[in-house]
């Protein structure tokens, strides 16, 4: 039997083919050199095994998002983008749906953004709301939501007596000003010695 001879062109389209075949094995023999030799990022549930982080391939999830921190202790421009994000929320739909008229037993301000414990109070309970409108919740979470957190951060808010009570209780007429908090505590230091009162009753300097 003849051997079969392939034209030469032929021939050099399947030294291109195997040529190509050849740089593409090279090429991912360093990308797996590359990700082995890649350490682990801190956070990587892979970083036990030894094998690099594995959020950047596709199908996989995502490294979680940070948990979410209490606006007070935000500052400068991350203070103020979650404040705008609240603001939104308590006006759009807060209120909205949940503020009841204005009156002195039930007070409000149009400048609640400036009463630090009005903020705390409305971002807590933002959180929750996000949270229990989250699908995990289940169809219970708004249920909870209402009862625990709700009820009870309006109220709060909204007291005759509450952080607000100096502020618009009509609203034809708004009102706004901060209540001045206690002073500072006195503490007494250990090189102070407490006044002992003498046998009249008086206070005095104790005996040493």
């Known amino acids: 039997m003849e051997p079969v001879r392939l034209p030469d062109s032929d021939l050099e389209s399947i030294e291109a083919s195997v040529r190509k075949l050849l740089d593409q094995s090279a090429e991912q023999a360093r990308q797996l050199d590359s ?26 999830p995502s490294a979680a998002p940070p948990e979410p921190r209490p606006i007070l202790e935000l500052e400068g421009e991350e ?12 006006d759009d739909f807060l209120v909205r749906v949940y503020g009841a008229e ?27 709301y996000q949270q229990h409108t989250d699908p995990e919740a289940g169809p219970a979470g708004l249920f909870v939501w209402h009862r625990d957190f709700l009820t009870h951060a309006m109220a709060t808010v909204r007291a005759a007596g509450g952080p607000l009570s100096a502020c618009m209780t009509d609203p034809d007429r708004p009102a706004h000003r901060l209540l001045p908090g206690p002073p500072s505590s006195q503490r007494t230091t250990a090189d102070e010695k407490p006044e002992a009162p003498d046998e009249n009753g008086e206070l005095g300097e104790a005996d040493g």
């Open 35 to 60: 990700l082995a030799s890649a350490p682990p990022p801190a956070d990587s549930p892979f970083g036990a095994f030894g094998m690099p982080g594995m959020s950047g391939f596709a199908g996989l």
């Open 102 to 128: 204005v009156t002195t037993a039930a007070p409000w301000c149009e400048q609640w953004q400036e009463h630090a414990d009005v903020v705390a109070w409305l971002h807590a309970l933002w959180l929750a």
């Open 79 to 90: 203070y103020e983008d979650e404040l705008d994000s609240l603001s939104d929320w308590v």
